[in-house]
Nanobody, 116 residues
Framework: QVQLVESGGGLVQPGGSLRLSCAAS????????MGWYRQAPGKQRELVAR???????NYADSVKGRFTISRDNAKNTVYLQMNSLKPEDTAVYYC??????????WGQGTQVTVSS
């Protein structure tokens, strides 16, 4: 079992920045990938960014150049630095991990609202 606790969401003006954090606990050694998904009202949940044990990353095209995912293995934490935020980035952001047993865990979600 893996438990995930997210923090860092909130309200920000267009062009602003936020940093999301997700701390993992439990069966940490079983984690392969850590990442962030988001779901806007009326839309499907989509991948934002993902990072593996070797710090290889991939991003959704819509956030490339603006968002940066990073991972602190010592703290079992994954971060999402979001810059140049746009209103279309408004969504609930979910932390996600995939384990070696191909089990997926989700955080509780944190709201990000980009509005003037």
């Amino acid at each position: 079992q893996v438990q995930l606790v997210e923090s860092g969401g909130g309200l920000v003006q267009p062009g602003g920045s936020l940093r999301l954090s997700c701390a993992a606990s439990g069966s940490i050694s079983s984690i392969l990938h850590m990442g962030w998904y988001r779901q806007a009202p009326g839309k499907q949940r989509e991948l934002v960014a993902r990072i593996n044990r070797s710090s290889f990353t991939n991003y959704a095209d819509s956030v490339k150049g603006r968002f940066t995912i990073s991972r602190d293995n010592a703290k079992n934490t994954v971060y999402l630095q979001m810059n140049s935020l746009k209103p279309e980035d408004t969504a609930v952001y979910y932390c996600n991990v995939l384990t070696v047993l191909t089990v997926t865990y989700w955080g509780q979600g944190t709201q990000v609202t980009v509005s003037s």
